[in-house]
């Protein structure tokens, strides 16, 4: 009995020493933080991605289909203008923020994010 003993993974996670216990306890951080950091930067990445897309689709005039047009009454220039420019406002926001997410990720975890 005391053979089998001797090998169990409890006895010799009691057996560690600081070193190895500090160690494990280093690399399950920086997985966590790794995984962390490398989901929401490719989360600001899509959402870069579908705001660019929904102020690209403001451009579409034709609410019904491809012969429709939005008549000249209806279109109000001055909702579109503060809407885009809010738009772009939130855009380069994301930009500034995604290419920053970008610089931290490479330099705490040495590697690159891909874009999505």
Known sequence: ???????????????????????DRASAIAEDAQLMYKRETEDLALSLKRLKREQENMLDMSPTDANSLVLASDFDAKDYVAKDLEMSIKIRNLEIKLELAKKRYAYLFGGQINEL
């Open 1 to 23: 009995m005391e053979d089998k003993i001797t090998n169990a993974a409890f006895l010799e996670s009691l057996k560690r020493n600081n070193e190895k216990i500090r160690d």
